[in-house]
C-alpha cells in the first residue's frame, strides 16, 4: 500500500507540471520585454525537476506518518494553483492573472509548510526551497507585469 500511495503522490505531484506542457512559452514568450536578471530558458527545467521531486518526497513523508490529513489538504491546494500558473502566463498570456495566481500559491505553499512542520519538520524543510524558487518567480511575474503592461 505505502508503494502504491507513494507512486501516487509523485504522479500527482508530476501531474502539475504536465499540465503546463500544453501551454509552452511559444514566440508571445520571446517577445516581450524581460528584466535583465530573468534566467536563461535551459535553468528552469532542471531548477523545476529537483523541486518536484522534493515536493512529491516530502507529502509522501507526511503521508506516511499523518495519512490523508489537514497538510495533505494544503499541499493539493498549492499543487492546484501551481498547475494553474502556466496555463494562465503562456496559455492565456495573462500575466496580471498569472502574478495573482502565484501569490496566492506562494501563500498556499507557506500554509503547506507549516502544516507539513507540525507532521514530519524533514517534510517541511523539502519544501523551503520550493518557497525559495516561487518568491523568486513572484517577483519575476511582477517585473513582467509591470514592463508588458
Same mark, same amino acid.
Given at each position: 500500500m505505502q508503494i502504491l500511495?507513494?507512486?501516487?503522490?509523485?504522479l500527482v505531484t508530476f501531474a502539475a507540471p504536465a499540465i503546463g506542457a500544453f501551454s509552452?512559452?511559444?514566440?508571445?514568450?520571446q517577445a516581450i520585454n524581460k528584466?535583465?536578471?530573468?534566467?536563461?530558458?535551459?535553468?528552469?527545467?532542471?531548477?523545476? =525537476?529537483?523541486?518536484?521531486l522534493m515536493m512529491a518526497t516530502a507529502a509522501f513523508l507526511v503521508w506516511? $506518518?499523518?495519512g490523508w490529513s489537514?497538510?495533505?489538504n494544503a499541499y493539493v491546494v498549492q499543487l492546484i494553483f501551481n498547475a494553474a500558473w502556466t496555463p494562465l502566463f503562456f496559455g492565456a498570456q495573462r500575466?496580471?492573472?498569472?502574478?495573482?495566481?502565484?501569490?496566492a500559491l506562494w501563500f498556499a505553499i507557506l500554509i503547506t509548510i507549516?502544516?507539513?512542520? $507540525?507532521?514530519?519538520k524533514v517534510a517541511a524543510w523539502l519544501m523551503?526551497?520550493?518557497?525559495?524558487?516561487? =518568491?523568486?518567480?513572484?517577483?519575476?511575474?511582477?517585473?513582467?507585469?509591470?514592463?508588458?503592461?
Open positions: 500511495m507513494g507512486i501516487g503522490i509523485f509552452p512559452p511559444g514566440d508571445w514568450y528584466p535583465s536578471w530573468n534566467p536563461p530558458a535551459w535553468i528552469f527545467g532542471p531548477v523545476w =525537476s529537483a523541486l518536484y506516511q $506518518k499523518d489537514r497538510a495533505m500575466i496580471d492573472w498569472a502574478c495573482t495566481c502565484i501569490i507549516l502544516c507539513f512542520w $507540525k507532521v514530519n523551503v526551497p520550493y518557497l525559495g524558487w516561487v =518568491s523568486f518567480a513572484t517577483v519575476l511575474n511582477a517585473a513582467l507585469w509591470v514592463m508588458n503592461r
